[in-house]
C-alpha cells in the first residue's frame, strides 16, 4: 500500500446540508470530489475542522458522491464541528479502518447513544441483502435517541425496531444489554453488530458468547493519525491498532483484548479506566 492511500488523501469539502437527528446531534452531509471513493459499514473519516483540530468520525451516510458524519459536541472539536454552517469548508481524509461483515441473515444490531452513527450504513446494506434486521437503539433518554425518526418511518418487512432508554422515556425502561437479553430469550439470531458504551458492549459480547451468537463491535479510542502512524489507540496485549485493525472487531479478537471493557488511553497515551 502506498504512503498516500494509507494517509489518506486530504481533501477540502464543503457542507452541503444539515439534518438535525435529534436535540444533541446533527447530521454533516458533503460531496467528496473522488471518482472512486468507497465507503464500507462501520469505516471512519478523519474531519479536520480548520484552526481546531484534526478528529475521527464515523461515517452515517453515504450515497455517492454525498458522504455525511453524525456529530454530538462533547469537546472543543466536536463542539466547533457540530457549530459548522451550510457553505463552510471542513477537511477530509479517509476512508479508513475495518468494516462489519454484512453476510448474516438474522440480525440484531444494537446501538447505543452516538455509538449508532455508524450502525445506520450497516442496517440498509444488511437490509439491501435480503436479511432481517432488528435494530435496538439504545441512550439515556428519548431525547438522545440517534435516528428514531428515520427508522420509526422505515417501511420493511424485513426490518423490526426496537427501542430503550434508562429513563423508560421510551421503550424498554433499562439498559440495552437487559433489552438485548430478554430479545435473546425468544427469539434466534445468527448475528450480533453493535456500537456505543465499551461496557454495554462488553455485556453483549457476553451474551454472544453464551447463545453461541457471532458478534462483532465497534470500539472507539482516542486517535491522532487514523491510519496507523501514532500508535495512540494501540490494544494491549495483542498491539492492534483500532484505526487500522479496526475500528470493527469480532467477538474472537476481542477475547484476546484484555483491554476491552477495561481501559483505555488519554491523549498521552497514558491508560484509564473506564
Not at 108 to 114: A, D, F, K, S, Y
Not at 265 to 270: I, K, L, V
Request: aromatic share 8%; proline share 4%; glycine share 10%.
Amino acid at each position: 500500500m502506498s504512503v498516500e492511500r494509507r494517509m489518506g488523501v486530504p481533501t477540502s469539502v464543503r457542507v452541503s446540508e444539515i439534518i438535525r437527528e435529534n436535540k444533541t446531534t446533527s447530521t454533516l452531509l458533503f460531496q467528496h470530489e473522488a471518482d472512486d471513493l468507497t465507503v464500507e459499514p462501520g469505516q471512519f473519516f478523519m474531519i479536520w475542522i480548520p484552526g481546531i483540530d484534526e478528529i475521527p468520525m464515523s461515517i452515517s451516510y453515504w450515497d455517492s458522491p454525498v458522504a455525511g458524519v453524525s456529530v454530538l459536541p462533547v469537546g472543543d472539536a466536536t463542539s466547533a464541528l457540530a457549530s459548522q454552517q451550510v457553505g463552510e469548508w471542513i477537511g477530509v481524509r479517509g476512508p479508513f479502518g475495518t468494516s462489519f461483515s454484512t453476510d448474516a441473515k438474522k440480525a440484531l444490531v444494537v446501538g447505543g447513544g452516538i455509538g449508532t452513527a455508524p450502525l445506520r450504513l450497516l442496517v440498509h446494506d444488511l437490509l439491501a441483502r435480503g436479511a432481517d434486521v432488528t435494530l435496538l437503539l439504545a441512550a439515556r433518554t428519548k431525547d438522545s435517541l440517534l435516528f428514531l425518526k428515520e427508522f420509526s418511518t422505515l417501511r420493511d418487512e424485513a426490518f423490526h425496531l426496537l427501542t430503550a432508554t434508562d429513563d423508560g422515556s421510551e421503550g424498554f425502561k433499562g439498559l440495552a444489554t437487559e433489552a438485548a437479553e430478554g430479545l435473546l430469550e425468544k427469539e434466534s439470531f445468527d448475528a450480533i453488530y453493535t456500537c456505543g458504551p465499551e461496557l454495554m458492549m462488553v455485556g453483549l459480547h457476553r451474551l454472544a458468547q453464551e447463545k453461541r451468537i457471532h458478534f462483532e463491535a465497534s470500539l472507539e479510542r482516542h486517535m491522532k493519525c487514523g491510519c496507523g502512524i501514532c500508535g495512540s489507540c494501540v490494544l494491549d496485549p495483542t498491539g492492534e491498532l483500532v484505526c487500522l485493525d479496526g475500528p470493527v472487531f469480532t467477538g474472537e479478537r476481542l477475547l484476546n483484548i484484555t483491554d476491552f471493557g477495561k481501559y483505555e488511553r488519554d491523549e498521552m497515551g497514558r491508560k484509564k479506566k473506564f
